[in-house]
């Protein structure tokens, strides 16, 4: 399998630093709107889940965001068990000091080349975590770690103060060979975009003249 080019990994790795500058856990999320449009922009996530089980977060920083998924799931009468992956040591210790119980569930690891024993019911990461040329790669491996029956869900952030929207997970989603599900939005103008599918069976592989950009 392909992999980024190690200028991506860095840049990806230097997040933790940048993110550990503050102590404020939002903000250690990578997030600097404010607990309000925290709230606003990823709520809109869990609208992917239907059903109890076990949720895996790639590229979980401090594990605030799947801490909530786990509350904002059980306001819907769902209960998850939370996991999560990243490259950031220390962010990970973050992660297992805010949900203790689940300690053992989060776990340092690069997602282009970790190798999972087990499959979840519910995988999410965003688009950023793969370069343009290598996102249908990155949706295929992560689609291979969801139960059959359960839901792969990609997300992509959007910035207000740049005016930048989020992209059309749909649409990436099916120019690597699948279907969305469903879909959501979140905040003004919205600034989130949330797309999901249900695995029913293997990816179709795309021509590598037709990976999405």
């Known amino acids: 399998m392909s992999r980024p080019d190690e200028q991506f990994i860095s840049e990806m790795r230097a997040l933790e630093a940048a993110y550990l500058e503050s102590d404020d856990p939002i903000v250690q999320s990578g997030f ?11 709520l809109p996530l869990v609208e992917a889940i239907d059903r109890d089980g076990d949720f895996l977060d790639v ?27 990243d490259l950031g ?7 297992r000091r805010r949900l203790p119980e ?19 019911t519910f995988v999410y990461s965003l688009m950023d975590l793969a370069p343009e040329d290598l996102r249908c790669e990155w949706i295929r491996r992560l689609f291979g770690w969801v139960k059959t029956g359960g839901r792969l869900i990609i997300g992509s952030y959007g910035s207000r103060s740049r005016k930048l929207p989020p992209e059309n997970i749909s649409e990436i989603l099916g120019g ?14 919205p600034v989130t975009h949330f797309a999901w599918v249900v695995k029913q069976g293997r990816l179709r592989r795309t021509p590598p003249s037709d990976q999405v950009r």
């Open 32 to 42: 600097h709107g404010g607990r309000n449009r925290w709230v606003a922009e990823r």
């Open 176 to 189: 690597c060979g699948l279907e969305a599900a469903g879909e959501s939005a979140g905040g003004r103008g």
């Open 89 to 95: 040591a220390q962010l990970i210790a973050h992660a």
């Open 59 to 85: 590229g979980c920083a401090n594990g605030l965001l799947v801490s909530d998924v786990v509350l904002w799931a059980s306001e819907r009468g769902y209960k998850i068990v939370p996991f999560g992956i």
């Open 102 to 120: 689940h300690a053992s569930n989060f776990t340092v690891a690069d997602a282009w080349t970790w190798h999972p024993v087990r499959h979840w």
